[in-house]
């Protein structure tokens, strides 16, 4: 097939999911044409040695990528980001009109900051079948810079409106599914693929001296929590159901972010001696890091938004079979309590995050192992790359050839449904 992919970030940024998708399909023999933004996340700045330009195009065997002009958003907040998304749009209709004319299946990756060009190309380019990829809800509060609901609402508007136009509807996790169903889009058209991670990095591997002595001082069973210190996470939680703990548990948290200072300030007011902080690491460190703690930490704070959510650190742990913690709510705790890759409790109750802690010291290794082999097992078989990948070129196969979706659905994920 002739595949069209519009994606508002795409690699050299962090943005894995329709980079490899776009690779996988390339690589399967067909021919892929990517319309893009220039690579400015996450500061908000284009990359050192990027030039924004209208005709950039970098091409290897079967994959073309076509870069467009966007406003670049600095440090700046709602408006900017508006500003941006919406230039995207027109740099995107302006020069998608005659790239992706002749693709026989247009796939878009529709976070919000997508959706103004997916409107616009759906009205340009007719009746051209469309298959979205939605990872994540849609904002449903006006942030809080603004001082109306006008922002979020024309967000709103133009994803529904591509919800309702489009042929076929991949999205990461039941909860979307039933948003996205509820908006208007046909049920029938709509498929749960759960988000993959990079299977190249993050697979299973035994931990150096160098990630021991980064992680443990000692034996005692070691909590680990990897990436982002910011609102989403709600880390205080954490750190409070540690040190409850002192003599049973340690803390590491790997990463940085927005609320790392209130994190820290935390743990030292409350003297917590068990909770350390480690410099955020390159991805290639991570397995190893993962093999010398017991158990990695998921944490969602308790936000109806975030109940759509599966953080990304969560396939990182079952594809490197790490035994996991989840104090999060929605999809993230199902997905763990049905694959029985570890603990779970509510999100923001530090009370019962300190029970899974304790709970956590006293399983023996042999058990946590089994764990962890239970959570990659279930990695493989219902999200990993090359699964997900069959299952969005088939929604592709299917809009090209103007296929129904009725019927039964036979690739539906067996790890986690919609009750």
Known sequence: MRIGIL?????????????????ELAARGHEVRVLTGFPDYPGGHVYP????????????????????????????GVRPRMASWLSFAASAGLV???????????????????????????????GKPVVLHVPDVWAEQAPDDTDDGRW???????????????SAIAVSTPSLRDAVVAVGADEARVQVV??????????????????????????????????????RQGLETAVRAAAALENTIDLVLVGSGAHERRVRGLAAELRADNIRFVDRRSPLDMPELYAAADYQLVMLRDLPALRST????????????????????GDTATLVERARAGL????????????????AAQIPPPARAEMGRRGRE??????????????????????????????????????????
């Open 7 to 23: 994606s508002y970030h795409f690699p050299p940024e962090p943005a894995f999911i329709p980079g490899s998708l776009a690779e």
């Open 49 to 76: 040695g990027w030039r924004q330009r209208w005709r950039h195009e970098t091409r290897s065997r079967n994959l073309t990528v076509r870069r467009v002009p966007r406003y670049s958003t600095g440090d700046g």
């Open 96 to 126: 998608g009109r005659r790239y992706l004319a002749d693709v026989d299946v247009l796939y878009v990756h529709q976070p919000p900051a997508t959706a103004f060009a997916s409107a616009t190309l759906l009205r340009l380019l007719g």
């Open 152 to 166: 979020a609402a024309r967000v709103r508007a133009a994803m529904t409106r591509t919800y309702r136009a489009a």
């Open 194 to 231: 759960l988000n993959w991670t990079d299977e190249r990095i993050f697979r299973p591997a035994p931990a150096g001296s160098a990630a021991r002595g980064l992680v443990r001082r000692d034996e005692r069973c070691v909590v680990m929590h990897a990436g982002t210190i910011g609102a």
């Open 310 to 329: 599966v953080p990304d650190k969560l396939p990182a742990a079952l594809s490197c079979a790490a035994p996991v913690v989840a104090s999060a709510g």
């Open 344 to 359: 779970s409790c509510p999100p923001e109750d530090w009370a019962s995050l300190a029970d899974r802690f304790w709970l």
């Open 378 to 419: 279930a990695y493989l078989r219902d999200m990993s790359l090359p699964g997900g990948v069959d299952r969005i070129e088939r929604l592709l196969r299917e809009a090209a050839a103007g296929e129904s979706r009725g019927g039964a659905d036979t690739s539906k994920s067996t790890l986690i449904t919609a009750e």
